[in-house]
């Protein structure tokens, strides 16, 4: 029997895929590693799979297998190199995978004994047959595959049991330009969809598994309207019905699904509630030069309060550090999102991933930083490799992490929070009577080390005990929003205590009426 170890390593800058840690034993992650789950389904007879996700335990490189495999992408990339060195130093052989190796090849030239790049479903049978043989090529090149060809994750070889949001993965690609996005350089533009009957069977597959949070991996769900109905019509014959309690989903839209009301109620009715929107800028000269179409010439805060008037709950992107953007867009930023119906933001410095048109732009205007870290694996720890056209390096680095830590503050958070509870329409579930959470016995640790997190995010910290006071008080008086609001005050507080654990959360920083620029902190 051939062993192989595939290994999700610990992301060593993205907040947003970190574990959380709570001793060998009680660590969980926040996300499961889909992308191993994938690669470990299409293996044949004669082979032993092991699963290891890095966020809840240390890699053991004394582990018996035969082949290691690694997924990474950017943020993961790094750490991946290193595994692997590790893993070659004792004569195993290594294989690595995934996004960054398939757009930045040359960074793991030495690192690997076989590299994989491209998607895995038109070669999995070809790689594993020769890995069976022991006659493993140097590469291996997938394309870009029909998804009808793509298996459910073997997630019975994972520990369900410490992770929060399990994953189905319903298409690949994206349409849009987006000039920074390296999602479309990597999967194309040409959107290529899971059939209803495909996702149902992996959302069915992990809700038996425990999960009540399932992210549909999607880099814009609504794009296309039919599919996108028929999935969810899939997915509203399937919530809550036949005896199963409902389900949280979560995906990634684009903010022009605010024109589309029947989309919006789909989306409630099938419980896909939890919507990640790319906002990006209130400059509209930064969304103009990114090719973000869809944001311009419309009112966004008003758009954004109509997809919340539908019950759905916004998690925002906003990114600074555009050429439009001059020292005066971190209070722009601040100001904007503060009018915005959203609990949590993901906040970034614009960066320009491998292989993306803005790469090739800033590369032949000099205004690439191709030193460490920053040549292989940009953006680590929110520092960019643009030189900006308006501001320093170090002052975008300070910007960025002020604005963090001003609107995840709680007095911002609060005065958010407050104003939702005015436009959040009901959850549409709780009106066909199915409004109980699936919360099985078989996920307790999970459950409750995310309990013992939310506590220890306000322990001693008497503003943000304030403010679960205060939305527990309002969530009682409004019954009927009351899970909608319990959800974006426990995703802010579980946001909040990764940043904090990352060091971005900066209570005195928080209390700053104006970015502290003048207190530049080392971006090296």
């Known amino acids: 029997m051939v062993r192989f170890l595939l290994i999700a390593p610990r992301p060593h800058w993205d907040a947003d895929f970190a574990g959380i840690s709570g001793g060998a034993e009680d660590s969980v992650t926040r996300v499961a590693p889909v992308a191993i789950a994938t690669?470990?389904?299409m293996a044949p007879a004669g082979l032993s799979i092991t699963l290891h996700d890095e966020a809840l335990a240390p890699v053991d490189f004394d582990a018996e297998a035969d082949f290691i495999g690694i997924t990474a992408n950017v943020s993961q990339a790094k750490r991946a190199i290193e595994i692997a060195h590790e893993f070659r130093a004792r004569g195993k052989p290594v294989i690595i995978g995934g996004p960054h190796i398939t757009l930045d090849p040359k960074a793991f030239d030495g690192a690997c004994d076989v590299a994989v790049t491209g998607e895995f479903e038109e070669i999995a049978e070809s790689f594993y047959t020769d890995m069976l043989n022991g006659t493993l090529k140097p590469h291996y090149s997938g394309g870009r595959p029909d998804l009808s060809r793509s298996p459910v994750p073997a997630w019975e070889l994972f520990d369900n049991d410490r992770a929060l949001v399990g994953v189905v993965q319903t298409s690949r690609?994206?349409?849009?330009?987006?000039?920074?996005?390296?999602v479309i350089q990597y999967l194309g533009r040409k959107q290529r969809h899971k059939t209803p009957d495909q996702v149902i069977a992996e959302v069915q597959r992990l809700y038996d598994l425990g999960y009540n949070r399932i992210a549909l991996a999607d880099d814009n769900f609504t794009v296309y309207r039919k599919r996108a109905s028929e999935l969810l019509d899939a997915l509203i014959a399937w919530n809550g019905h036949e005896g199963r309690d409902h389900v949280i989903f979560a995906t990634q839209v684009s903010i022009d699904v605010a024109r589309d009301d029947e989309m919006l109620v789909r989306c409630a009715e099938a419980g896909v509630s939890n919507l990640f929107i790319g906002v990006e800028s209130v400059n509209e000269?930064?969304?103009k030069a990114s090719k973000k179409r869809q944001n311009l010439n419309a009112d966004m805060q008003a758009q954004l309060r109509k997809v919340s008037s539908h019950g759905l709950k916004i998690e925002a992107a906003l990114m600074v550090g555009f050429d439009a953007d001059d020292l005066s867009i971190f209070e722009r930023q601040y100001r904007f999102g503060m009018g915005l119906p959203v609990g949590t933001f993901k906040i970034s410095s614009l960066v320009a991933p491998m292989a993306t048109p803005?790469?090739?732009e800033m590369l032949q205007a000099g205004r690439l930083d191709l030193t460490g870290e920053q040549a292989h694996f940009p953006g680590a720890d929110m520092v960019t490799n643009i030189i900006p056209a308006q501001m320093t390096k170090q002052q975008l680095y300070t910007g960025t992490r002020w604005l963090i830590s001003r609107l995840y503050s709680p007095a911002a958070f609060w005065t958010r929070f407050e104003a939702l509870a005015d436009i959040l329409g009901p959850n549409p579930l709780l009106k066909r009577g199915t409004g109980?959470?699936?919360n099985p016995v078989s996920r307790a640790r999970a459950n409750a080390h995310f309990g013992r997190m939310l506590r220890a995010v306000s322990r001693g910290n008497p503003e943000i005990a304030d403010v679960i006071r205060k939305a527990n008080?309002?969530?009682r008086a409004r019954p009927d929003i009351r899970?909608?609001?319990?959800?974006?005050?426990t995703t802010w507080m579980l946001s909040l205590y990764v940043h904090m654990e990352k060091g971005v959360y900066d209570a005195e920083w928080a209390r700053m009426e104006a970015p502290p620029l003048d207190r530049v902190q080392s971006a090296a």
């Open 39 to 41: 690669v470990a389904a």
């Open 483 to 489: 899970d909608g609001l319990a959800d974006i005050l």
């Open 173 to 182: 690609g994206c349409p849009f330009e987006c000039s920074y996005c390296d």
């Open 358 to 360: 803005i790469y090739d």
């Open 285 to 287: 000269e930064s969304l």
């Open 436 to 438: 109980r959470l699936h």
């Open 473 to 475: 008080r309002l969530m």
